[in-house]
Structures are given as structure tokens and as C-alpha cells.
């Protein structure tokens, strides 16, 4: 499983960035997809998860994000992506994306297939 994160960048408390994650070496259409972050000296921690076309590609956040970020995937392209809006300073992190089959896809347990990720800056 390769999954390469991208799109990453600096923009300004409020700005806007969008991400994309690009899967290989997987049936894409079988796992459901998440993105991480971990900002300096923090532990990895969930953003949001899209399930599974199966599962009814359903979407779930982290409380802090709810209604800023949206997730979404492109079974066709093998993609997921991140859409962010009003970003703020504490959304600086290095994000990734990963990919599970565990039944319990809102858990962070499960998930795994971490690439390079992709640096997210928000200057106040």
C-alpha cells in the first residue's frame, strides 16, 4: 500500500487549503480512508475518515473541525481529499492520510498505509 499526501502549504489564520492523497497497491473502493495530523511535539491524531462505498461513504470528524473541514473521495481516481477552510494557527501539523478495513472505521484504530505527509502551516 502506498499512499502519497499532498497540496500542503502556508497560508493565513482563516485561508483556505486543499489536500489530496493519491492510494496505490490497494482496491481503493474497499477501504475506508482518514486523514491524521501531528503537529510538533503532539502525538498523531484523527481529523476526519470517509468509509467505504459499501458503507455508504459516510463522513466523520474530530469535534474541532466539524463544519470548517470536509473530506471526500474519488473512487475512480484512487484519491481522497481534505478540504479546509477557516484554518487556524492550531491546525498546523504534518497531515496524512491512511486506509483501513476495520468494521469500526470512525476509530483511529485500524488505520494504516502512512506515506510521506504533506505540511500544513497557518500563520496567525
Known amino acids: 500500500v502506498q499512499l502519497q499526501a499532498s497540496g500542503g502549504g502556508l497560508v493565513q489564520a482563516g485561508g483556505s487549503l486543499g489536500l489530496s492523497c493519491s492510494a496505490s497497491?490497494?482496491?481503493?473502493?474497499?477501504?475506508?480512508m482518514g486523514w491524521f495530523r501531528q503537529a510538533p511535539g503532539q502525538e498523531r491524531e484523527f481529523v476526519a475518515a470517509?468509509?467505504?462505498?459499501?458503507?455508504?461513504?459516510?463522513?466523520h470528524y474530530t469535534d474541532s473541525v466539524k463544519g470548517r473541514f470536509t473530506i471526500s473521495r474519488d473512487n475512480a481516481k484512487n484519491t481522497v481529499y481534505l478540504q479546509m477552510n477557516g484554518l487556524k494557527p492550531e491546525d498546523t501539523a504534518v497531515y496524512y492520510c491512511?486506509?483501513?478495513?476495520?468494521?469500526?472505521?470512525?476509530?483511529?484504530?485500524?488505520?494504516?498505509?502512512w506515506g510521506q505527509g504533506t505540511l500544513v502551516t497557518v500563520s496567525s
Open positions: 470517509i468509509s467505504r462505498p459499501g458503507y455508504g461513504g459516510v463522513t
Open positions: 497497491g490497494l482496491t481503493f473502493r474497499n477501504y475506508h
Open positions: 491512511a486506509a483501513s478495513q476495520n468494521v469500526n472505521w470512525r476509530m483511529a484504530v485500524g488505520y494504516g498505509g
